[in-house]
């Protein structure tokens, strides 16, 4: 079975540009989870998506947006980038169902570099 | 607030036992992960908790207290690989999200 994919795997934008991240889960996963990781601040929750709809919410400001396609895909998006967004985004998926084990398979991440 | 703690940094030598404390607070609990993320790659899943007690994997081994909101890894026979960081993770509900402590790097001295 195929692993979590992201592209692209690094970015460089400069600040005021959007960007958008894309993962594809391991085939059969329904949820896709993201997270924003920087030194010293472990993985930060974004937002979940289960079968096209969000699920769960982190406490990130709406420049932060994401969705899910019916193949299970998901993109991020950020608007108006500020230079505090450069970090690596991982995504993360899981089947999503009640009574499965909840192990999170992470892709590579996208590292995003704000100048 | 929901919040997980664990050490910043912990340092052991080959051939050791190392024990990786996590203690939580959060509004809910329905299970503890833990993770392992080497330098420059992707976390990857080595235990999970929802009961109390031990589960052990191999060198690894977790443990998990829901009365005291606390868990630790415990890794046996230490080996140079495994110097990595390593993330203790809660889920609060059935269908909620997965937050994450800010994890503890641990370094292996040979």
């Known amino acids: 079975k195929a692993g979590v994919t992201q592209t692209p795997r690094y970015l460089i934008k400069t600040r005021g540009q959007q960007v958008t991240l894309s993962c594809s889960p391991i085939?059969?996963?329904?949820?896709v989870s993201w997270y924003q990781q920087t030194p010293g601040q472990g993985l930060q929750f974004l937002f979940e998506?289960?079968?096209?709809?969000?699920?769960n919410k982190g406490n990130f400001p709406g420049r932060f947006s994401g969705r899910q396609f019916s193949n299970s895909r998901s993109e991020m998006n950020v608007s108006t980038l500020e230079l505090g967004d450069s970090a690596l985004y991982l995504c993360?998926?899981?089947?999503?169902?009640?009574?499965?084990?909840?192990?999170?398979?992470f892709g590579p991440g996208t590292r995003l570099t704000v100048l | 607030g929901q919040s997980l703690e664990q050490p910043s940094e912990v340092t052991a030598v080959e051939g050791a036992i190392v024990q990786i404390n996590c203690t939580y607070q959060?509004?809910?609990?329905?299970?503890l992960s833990w993770y392992q993320q080497h330098d420059g790659g992707a976390p990857t899943f080595l235990s999970y908790?929802?009961?109390?007690g031990l589960e052990e994997t191999g060198r690894f081994s977790s443990f998990l207290s829901r009365s005291d909101s606390y868990g630790y890894l415990l890794l046996q026979e230490l080996q140079m690989k495994d110097s990595a960081s390593y993330f203790c993770?809660?889920?609060?509900?059935?269908?909620?999200?997965?937050?994450f402590g800010k994890g503890t790097r641990l370094h292996i001295l040979p």
């Open positions: 959060t509004s809910g609990f329905y299970g």
């Open positions: 993770a809660v889920k609060m509900n059935r269908d909620d999200k997965i937050i």
């Open positions: 908790n929802a009961l109390d």
């Open positions: 993360a998926s899981r089947t999503g169902l009640a009574g499965d084990a909840d192990t999170q398979y």
């Open positions: 998506y289960f079968s096209e709809t969000q699920r």
């Open positions: 085939s059969g996963h329904r949820s």
